[in-house]
């Protein structure tokens, strides 16, 4: 017998309909509440920071292709793979560090945003939502949104990039 069999009809609907947990990467999930406060993202190295870092704009560049291909659920599911990933990095960049932030909170919630409204086009496109559209229309505005994606994930990553550079360079004599 099954876990879900044990319970009654009520309890089954309302743990259909419940929240996914952040990280969750499941097809059910895309498009669906995760409350990230409740899970609070892994700490990163300065070292690993970096590494996290590339990955994440690796695996954001590669959503084009599954974009142009109307690939959604593809997309959808390598979405819910890179929030936890951003999240670390925000804690990362956003600790402040004397007092100040490495990264300022308009760019961390640009891309944070950026990708919300990503993952929420994706699930309207999965799950046909916009019905009377053609697909090559919903097609272009997924990819507006993910070329907006694309370039707040630049930002996030230049301003990374300049605080790790600042940060080797405090504390250091400057000879001449």
Same mark, same amino acid.
Request: hydrophobic letters at 50%.
């Given at each position: 017998?099954?876990?879900?069999?044990? !319970?009654?009809?009520? !309890?089954?609907?309302?743990?259909?309909?419940?929240?996914?947990?952040?990280?969750?990467?499941?097809?059910?999930?895309?498009?669906?509440?995760? &409350?990230?406060?409740?899970?609070?993202?892994?700490?990163?190295?300065?070292?690993?920071?970096?590494?996290?870092?590339?990955?994440?704009?690796?695996? $954001?560049?590669?959503?084009? $292709?599954?974009?142009?291909?109307?690939?959604?659920?593809?997309?959808?599911?390598?979405?819910?793979?890179?929030?936890?990933?951003? @999240? %670390?990095?925000? @804690?990362?960049?956003?600790?402040?560090?004397?007092?100040?932030?490495?990264?300022?909170? &308009?760019?961390?919630?640009? $891309?944070?945003?950026?990708?919300?409204?990503?993952?929420?086009?994706?699930?309207?496109?999965?799950?046909?939502?916009?019905?009377?559209?053609?697909?090559?229309?919903?097609?272009?505005?997924?990819?507006?949104?993910?070329?907006?994606? $694309?370039?707040?994930?630049?930002?996030? %990553?230049?301003?990374?990039?300049?605080?790790?550079?600042?940060?080797?360079?405090?504390?250091?004599?400057?000879?001449?």
């Amino acid at each position: 017998m099954g876990l879900g069999l044990a !319970f009654p009809a009520v !309890f089954q609907e309302k743990a259909a309909n419940a929240a996914c947990l952040p990280g969750e990467v499941d097809l059910e999930c895309i498009g669906v509440f995760k &409350d990230y406060g409740y899970s609070p993202p892994r700490t990163l190295t300065p070292a690993d920071a970096k590494v996290e870092l590339e990955s994440t704009r690796v695996m $954001v560049a590669g959503l084009e $292709v599954g974009v142009l291909a109307s690939r959604w659920d593809e997309v959808g599911l390598s979405i819910l793979e890179v929030f936890p990933k951003l @999240k %670390a990095l925000q @804690k990362h960049y956003l600790m402040a560090e004397k007092g100040r932030p490495a990264i300022d909170d &308009d760019t961390s919630i640009r $891309v944070e945003r950026a990708l919300f409204d990503m993952e929420m086009m994706v699930a309207d496109a999965m799950r046909g939502a916009d019905a009377k559209a053609p697909p090559i229309l919903i097609q272009v505005n997924v990819l507006q949104t993910y070329k907006e994606l $694309v370039a707040s994930m630049d930002a996030f %990553a230049a301003a990374a990039a300049s605080a790790d550079a600042n940060k080797g360079r405090r504390g250091v004599l400057r000879l001449g």
